[in-house]
T-cell receptor, first 112, second 115 residues
C-alpha cells in the first residue's frame, strides 16, 4: 500500500543533542512538508520541498534543518538551537500544486 | 495574508446529537477550503474540501460543510454523531496564488462524543 512512513513514533532528545526524524513516502509525490503541532496551536509549517534537491523555509524554520536528496525521503533534523523542541511532528506530501496533503502518523519528540 | 479561525477549541456532544464545528477564514484572493480529521496519535486525514462549484460539500461518513463567501465561513456539520467521530478537526485554507504549498491550518477543534 502507498503511504507516508514516519519513524520513530516516539523520540527523546537530551540537552544539546541533534536528532533526526525520518519521513519516507512511496506515493511518487513531488512535494513534501514538515509541520509542528502544539496543543491549541494547530499545525505550523517548518520546511517544505517542491522537488529533489530543493527546499524552502516555512513559518518556523529556526532550529531545524532538512535535506531532500531523494524524492522519497525528507528527513528533519532538530538541532540544539531549537530551544523548545517538545512537540508532535507531522510529515506530509502532495502530488502537485493544490492537491490534497497526505500525512504520516507523526513523531512525538520530548526532551529528557 | 490568509488566516483561519476555529471558534471552539472543544465541543462536547452526546451520541446521536447534531454538531457544528465553526470555521471562519480571511483571504484577499480565491481560496480552497479543507477540513481535516486527526484521530488520537495519528496524522491528519482529509475529510472534505471546497475548490469551486457547489458550496455544499459532503464526506463519505456523513459530515458536510458549506462555503459561505459573504460570511467567510466554512462550518462543518453532522446531523447525528457517533462515538467514533471523537477526534480533532482542523479547518484549513489554501491560496491558489501561492500554489497551495502553504496551507494555513486553524488551531483545531476537539470533538468529544459521549454515550
Amino acid at each position: 500500500d502507498g503511504g507516508i512512513t514516519q519513524s520513530p513514533k516516539y523520540l527523546f532528545r537530551k540537552e544539546g543533542q541533534n536528532v533526526t526524524l525520518s519521513c519516507e513516502q512511496n506515493l511518487n509525490h513531488d512535494a513534501m512538508y514538515w509541520y509542528r503541532q502544539d496543543p491549541g496551536q494547530g499545525l505550523r509549517l517548518i520546511y517544505y520541498s517542491q522537488i529533489v534537491n530543493d527546499f524552502q523555509k516555512g513559518d518556523i524554520a529556526e532550529g531545524y534543518s532538512v535535506s531532500r536528496e531523494k524524492k522519497e525521503s525528507f528527513p528533519l533534523t532538530v538541532t540544539s538551537a531549537q530551544k523548545n523542541p517538545t512537540a508532535f511532528y507531522l510529515c506530509a506530501s502532495s502530488r502537485d500544486l493544490n492537491e490534497k496533503l497526505f500525512f504520516g502518523s507523526g513523531t512525538q519528540l520530548s526532551v529528557l | 495574508a490568509q488566516s483561519v479561525t476555529q471558534l471552539d477549541s472543544q465541543v462536547p456532544v452526546f451520541e446521536e446529537a447534531p454538531v457544528e464545528l465553526r470555521c471562519n477564514y480571511s483571504s484577499s484572493v480565491s481560496v480552497y477550503l479543507f477540513w481535516y480529521v486527526q484521530y488520537p496519535n495519528q496524522g491528519l486525514q482529509l475529510l472534505l474540501k471546497y475548490l469551486s462549484g457547489s458550496t455544499l460539500v459532503k464526506s463519505i461518513n456523513g459530515f458536510e460543510a458549506e462555503f459561505n463567501k459573504s460570511q467567510t465561513s466554512f462550518h462543518l456539520r453532522k446531523p447525528s454523531v457517533h462515538i467514533s467521530d471523537t477526534a480533532e478537526y482542523f479547518c484549513a485554507v489554501s491560496d491558489d496564488v501561492t500554489g497551495g504549498f502553504k496551507t494555513i491550518f486553524g488551531a483545531g477543534t476537539r470533538l468529544f462524543v459521549k454515550a
